[in-house]
């Protein structure tokens, strides 16, 4: 059974940095894509960054020069370093990957993890 797992939320000042982890287990022969999502209260899931297997990356233009994700494909992991950070970045931020096992290939969701930024 595969699992994502994510850590790192917190509570953080605007300005401040936090770092945020995920980790996948489980029975799988590769993994492609991993991402970062996040939903605010009353809003939709968005996408935050991504990165592929070989290293390219896509960031959300409202994050794109303060957050930077990056993976450990030797540990199967994947991060996400917040940095400047906004009160517009409070939200609960999702770990997802597409992780091909011996039976398919589809999206893995972790259980989210709390980014809240106030004063």
């Known amino acids: 059974q595969v699992q994502l797992v994510e850590s790192g939320g917190g509570l953080v000042q605007p300005g401040g940095s936090l770092r945020l982890s995920c980790a996948a287990s489980?029975?799988?022969?590769?993994?492609?894509?991993m991402a970062w999502y996040r939903q605010a209260p009353g809003k939709e899931r968005e996408l935050v960054a991504l990165?592929?297997?070989?290293?390219?990356?896509t960031y959300a233009d409202s994050v794109r020069g303060r957050f930077t994700i990056s993976r450990d494909n030797a540990k199967n992991m994947v991060y996400l370093q917040m940095n400047s950070l906004k009160l517009e970045d409070t939200a609960v931020y999702y770990c997802?990957?597409?992780?091909?096992?011996?039976?398919?290939?589809?999206?893995?969701w972790g259980q989210g993890t709390q980014v809240t930024v106030s004063s």
């Open positions: 990165i592929t297997g070989s290293g390219s990356t």
């Open positions: 489980g029975r799988f022969i590769s993994i492609n894509v």
């Open positions: 997802n990957a597409n992780i091909r096992t011996i039976y398919s290939s589809q999206s893995y």
